[in-house]
């Protein structure tokens, strides 16, 4: 059974920075692909960055160069570090992992945490 747990979050002022993290408890599991999505009033759950096992990664196109994400395999967890901040990315913002379950992939995903940006 795999459990994901979101932390961080919360209001930052416009143009700063702020850094969301997630632990993954896989007992017994690995974790493939990890990363974050937001999903903002009136829009669709979109994806912010992704990283692989191997640590590839795959960022929207709008934080290139703005948000970094990183990942430690021994402790199964990831953070997602973000600077440069915009009104329009206040969302809720959601942990996403995958895991080889006997050959099978399944996909987990957080409870969600809140990032408000203001003027």
């Known amino acids: 059974q795999v459990q994901v747990v979101e932390s961080g979050g919360g209001l930052v002022q416009v143009g700063g920075s702020q850094s969301v993290s997630c632990s993954v408890s896989?007992?017994?599991?690995?974790?493939?692909?990890m990363g974050w999505y937001r999903h903002a009033p009136g829009k669709q759950r979109d994806l912010v960055a992704r990283?692989?096992?191997?640590?590839?990664?795959n960022y929207a196109y709008s934080v290139k160069g703005r948000f970094t994400i990183a990942r430690d395999n021994a402790r199964n967890t990831v953070t997602l570090q973000m600077s440069s901040l915009s009104p329009d990315e206040t969302a809720v913002y959601y942990c996403?992992?995958?895991?080889?379950?006997?050959?099978?992939?399944?996909?987990?995903w957080g409870q969600g945490t809140q990032v408000n940006v203001s003027s």
């Open positions: 990283i692989t096992r191997g640590g590839i990664t």
């Open positions: 896989a007992s017994i599991f690995s974790i493939n692909d």
């Open positions: 996403y992992a995958s895991a080889n379950v006997w050959g099978e992939l399944k996909e987990y």
